[in-house]
T-cell receptor, first 115, second 117 residues
C-alpha cells in the first residue's frame, strides 16, 4: 500500500526563523512525484512546491525548499524566514507516474508562526 | 486564467436528501479528481474522471455516491440519501493533459463544505 506519514501533528516557529516539516512515504514505484500543499484557515488547498522523484536536485520556491532523500523515502519541507501568513496546515502528498494519478496525502502538520 | 471553481461553497442537507456538488476545472484541464476531507484529517481520494469517462473510482463508497464529467458542463459529485457521516469538505482538483510533472500537478478548488443535519 502507498502511504504518507507526517510525524509532527503540530509545530510552531517564531517569525523570521526557519522550520522544517518532515514527511516520509512508502511506495514500490520508482517514478513518482511529490508535493507539499498548504491549507490556511480558509481551507483552500494551495500548492507550495513539487518534486520529480527522478531529479536529484532539490526543488526550491522562494522561501520554501525541500530535502528529498529517495533512498530513505523522505521529503521534508523547509520554510525560511517564516512569516505570519505561513500559519496553516501543511500536507505532504505523492502520486505515481502514468495511469490514474490520485494523490495520496499525509494527515498534515499544523504550523503556527508566532510574532 | 480562472482557477478551479466549485459550488456551492457551503451546503446544508437533512438526512435522506440528495447533495449535488459541482466542479468546473481550470481552462485547458481535462482531468478532474474529487477528494473528501473529514475533520482533522488529510484528503482522501474518491474518483478520477476525464470527459465522459470514469478512470478510477476506487475511493468512492459503493452506495449512494456517483460522479460524472459530461462532455459539456461541470463535473458533478452526487450523494443520495445523505447521512450525518457524509458531513465533510469535498474538494475538486484538475490537471492538464500534458506529460510529466505538469500533468501530475493537481490544482484544487476552494471546496464544498457539506453539513448533514
Amino acid at each position: 500500500a502507498q502511504t504518507v506519514t507526517q510525524s509532527q501533528p503540530e509545530m510552531s516557529v517564531q517569525e523570521a526563523e526557519t522550520v522544517t516539516l518532515s514527511c516520509t512515504y512508502d511506495t514500490s514505484e520508482n517514478n513518482y512525484y511529490l508535493f507539499w500543499y498548504k491549507q490556511p484557515p480558509s481551507r483552500q488547498m494551495i500548492l507550495v512546491i513539487r518534486q520529480e522523484a527522478y531529479k536529484q536536485q532539490n526543488a526550491t520556491e522562494n522561501r520554501f525548499s525541500v530535502n528529498f532523500q529517495k533512498a530513505a523515502k523522505s521529503f521534508s519541507l523547509k520554510i525560511s524566514d517564516s512569516q505570519l501568513g505561513d500559519t496553516a496546515m501543511y500536507f505532504c502528498a505523492f502520486t505515481t507516474q502514468g495511469g490514474s494519478e490520485k494523490l495520496v496525502f499525509g494527515k498534515g502538520t499544523k504550523l503556527t508562526v508566532n510574532p | 486564467n480562472a482557477g478551479v471553481m466549485q459550488n456551492p461553497r457551503h451546503l446544508v442537507r437533512r438526512r435522506g436528501q440528495e447533495a449535488r456538488l459541482r466542479c468546473s476545472p481550470m481552462k485547458g484541464h481535462s482531468h478532474v479528481y474529487w477528494y473528501r476531507q473529514l475533520p482533522e484529517e488529510g484528503l482522501k481520494f474518491m474518483v478520477y474522471l476525464q470527459k465522459e469517462n470514469i478512470i478510477d473510482e476506487s475511493g468512492m463508497p459503493k452506495e449512494r455516491f456517483s460522479a460524472e464529467f459530461p462532455k459539456e458542463g461541470p463535473s458533478i459529485l452526487r450523494i443520495q440519501q445523505v447521512v450525518r457521516g457524509d458531513s465533510a469538505a469535498y474538494f475538486c482538483a484538475s490537471s492538464p493533459n500534458r506529460i510529466g510533472l505538469a500533468q501530475e500537478t493537481q490544482y484544487f478548488g476552494p471546496g464544498t463544505r457539506l453539513l448533514v443535519l
